[in-house]
């Protein structure tokens, strides 16, 4: 059989769902989903993938856990339901936002959540007057802000989703992400812990000079928090082409990491190929059982995605 890596990508794990992203993994969930790939799979920290990879010893069925950002409950529910049943994670974080930060999305998010009224007025922004009055309807004006904000250049990004903010008369809420209590917390378990940038930028939107040291200042404060080296690394976003490319890839071989993580679909094999700084990645969304298996199993078949060439 072809040994195979899946790396499966998480943000987070609430205690409990969520009616506006009924989507969103929860405890009961996430719990069922470490059954199936300690039954199925043969589940293994991502460091000892990488190395596996490199030594092409991988045992078929190989995966791995991996949660990107770096919020709060990936400490409070993840991390006791990883421990209850003995599996491993690597939480790829974004430092800037921990001890109270808040990323642009989510303040977009609680921003509609939280609006009073049968509308968001956003016409002095270009953005639009968006309906809120149903459930269906924040939800649609949630997916239509994130989709005309993601790609603008960051100050502005960040600019317009404190806007939203102050036309919904909503406040940061209780913190979202990971303090640096929790940050060691997860370290002291054993878990393994990657850069994600300082910022969560998305690197093809900067100047190469930017990118570079938002990834490099990730790396420097995360070591620096949990005083050892971090040698892994994930993209922003992760689409290949789109939202970084070989420029990027070389900065992140420059500074010092050994594996870097995309959001690409497919699965890494040993040999020929084999990219370390381009690992793909997947999430699998569906909540029953044989849907998400099924789905690893596609997965499985994808072939590799067109790559930036690193040079």
Request: charged share 15%; aromatic share 8%.
């Amino acid at each position: 059989m072809t040994a195979t890596l899946s790396i499966l990508i998480y943000h987070r794990v609430l205690a409990r769902p969520d009616p506006l992203f009924p989507g969103e993994v929860d405890a009961r969930l996430f719990e069922r989903q470490l059954r199936l790939l300690k039954r199925f799979y043969a589940p293994l920290p991502l460091a000892v993938a990488v190395q596996r990879l490199q030594d092409g010893n991988l045992a078929p069925r190989a995966a791995c856990i991996t949660f990107d950002d770096g919020y709060a409950d990936n400490a409070q529910v993840a991390l006791p339901l990883l421990q209850r049943h003995g599996l491993h994670a690597t939480f790829f974080i974004a430092t800037a936002y921990l001890d109270g930060g808040q990323m642009w999305n989510d303040t977009v998010i609680e921003a509609v959540r939280h609006v009073s009224g049968p509308q968001l007025d956003l016409q002095e922004h270009g953005l639009g007057c968006l309906p809120v009055a149903s459930l269906a309807q924040r939800q649609a004006a949630i997916a239509t802000l994130l989709g005309q904000l993601k790609y603008l250049p960051f100050a502005q990004r960040q600019q317009l989703a404190m806007h939203i903010r102050r036309h919904a008369g909503a406040t940061t809420g209780q913190a979202a992400m990971l303090s640096t209590a929790q940050l060691r917390q997860l370290h002291a378990a054993g878990m393994g812990l990657g850069a994600h940038t300082a910022s969560h930028p998305i690197l093809s939107t900067l100047p190469d000079h930017a990118a570079r040291l938002d990834i490099a200042n990730g790396k420097r404060q995360l070591e620096s928090l949990i005083q050892a080296p971090v040698s892994l690394f994930a993209y922003p976003n992760g689409k290949a082409g789109r939202d970084y490319g070989a420029s990027h890839v070389a900065m992140v071989s420059s500074l010092g990491f050994k594996a870097a993580v995309a959001t690409d679909w497919g699965v890494a094999r040993p040999g020929a190929g084999l990219d370390l700084l381009q690992l793909p990645r997947f999430t699998p969304w569906d909540r029953g059982r044989l849907a998400f298996l099924w789905r690893l199993w596609q997965n499985r078949r994808q072939a590799h995605p067109a790559r930036p060439d690193a040079g």
